[in-house]
């Protein structure tokens, strides 16, 4: 169970005082850079099939603004060379380095079984299997070893698990929450100490006066 290569950012939208939330969106994939000198951009695509990223129709920056048509061309290792509408030279693909593309949740699939869009997962609150509270999940990362989920109470107090079945083996997202069966040592947290930073430095401040 390790999840759709799908991923989202945080996108959570707020409501406003009396108003609705905007749709809840995923971030399918990023521009990554220009590609030649034919307005081409290279993209690192979040989707499980990475040429999947036009597939959803057009998708926009993080702000919603700027609305961009997805042409793929061709894979070159694991980035896609795609063509953007209306991006016609290099200066204009280079601009666009670094901009991350979005689409509604609504336009993607129902994941299939046993897997699931980060956007859904983000949020949820986390126990172990016995009914411990371990926090919510805070965000979703994938290093290049496997899906992880940040859980804690805050991001200063939190732990990286593997998502994986034998140690995440309940996901209810009707219910909002995800049972964590752990092994050994994986839920201690280790918070960054400021008090400790603050006797590092008067320490070394010691020693350079020696």
Not at 10 to 16: C, N
Not at 69 to 78: E, F, L, S, Y
Request: a negative charge.
């Amino acid at each position: 169970m390790t999840g759709l290569s799908v991923m989202a950012e945080g996108d959570h939208k707020r409501p406003p005082q009396g108003g609705v939330a905007e749709p809840a969106r995923v971030c399918v994939g990023r521009i990554a850079g220009a590609h030649g000198v034919q307005g081409h951009v290279r993209l690192a695509s979040y989707t499980d099939d990475p040429l999947d990223i036009a597939a959803y129709g057009p998708v926009t920056d993080e702000e919603g603004r700027r609305s961009f048509t997805i042409t793929p061309i061709r894979m070159a290792k694991t980035q896609v060379v795609a063509r953007l509408k209306g991006i016609d030279d290099r200066n204009q693909a280079e601009a666009l380095k670094g901009v991350t593309l979005y689409v509604s949740r609504d336009a993607l699939p129902d994941p299939e079984d046993d897997s699931f869009y980060w956007e859904d997962l983000i949020g949820l609150r986390a126990e172990t299997v016995e009914g411990e509270a371990l926090g919510n999940v805070l965000s979703v990362q994938d290093f290049g070893g496997g899906t992880l989920l940040e859980v804690g109470e805050s991001h200063r107090l939190s732990v990286m698990v593997p998502f994986t079945r034998e140690i995440v083996p309940v996901v209810d997202l009707r219910a909002g929450l995800l049972a964590i069966d752990p092994p050994d040592g994986l839920l201690r947290a280790s918070p960054h100490d400021e008090d400790d930073d603050d006797e590092q430095a008067a320490a070394e401040r010691e020693e350079g006066g020696q």
